[in-house]
């Protein structure tokens, strides 16, 4: 069987910059890097875990009243892509997104969990 661990939390924003700082200052976590252009995202660090934040465009859905269930999606880190991939996919898994390289170093695919939440599987090699 493939070995999971955890990688990130990633939220999206519509304002990206006063989420940042909610969660500098009130949680202590410390920016990693900006990515700016196109796709605006700041990566923080908290506690040990990566927390990725995207800001929000007009594709983007209202959050829902709370309670509600899901997050946008969680990253699993996972050595084996392939091999986890035809695991899942022998065990009826929905792909939404199919294996793929996502940068050099990094491969990707998106699965279906329950109440349609968003799982990101990750591989991470020397670039």
Not at 27 to 38: H, K, N, Q, T, Y
């Amino acid at each position: 069987m493939a070995r999971y661990g955890f990688d990130h939390i990633h939220l999206r924003s519509p304002d990206l910059e006063a989420t940042a700082a909610w969660f500098q200052d009130k949680l202590g976590a410390e920016i990693a890097r900006r990515v700016e252009g196109e796709a605006p995202r700041i990566d923080m660090t908290l506690g040990g875990l990566d927390l990725f934040i995207s800001a929000s465009d007009a594709r983007v859905a209202a959050p829902p009243v709370s309670p509600y269930n899901g997050i946008d999606h969680f990253g699993l880190a996972v050595q084996g892509l392939d091999a986890a991939v035809a695991e899942l996919k022998a065990k009826g898994v929905k792909f939404t997104m199919e294996p793929k390289q996502a940068r050099p170093g990094v491969r990707i695919c998106f699965i279906e969990g329950p109440q349609n939440i968003s799982i990101e599987l990750l591989e991470r090699t020397a670039a």
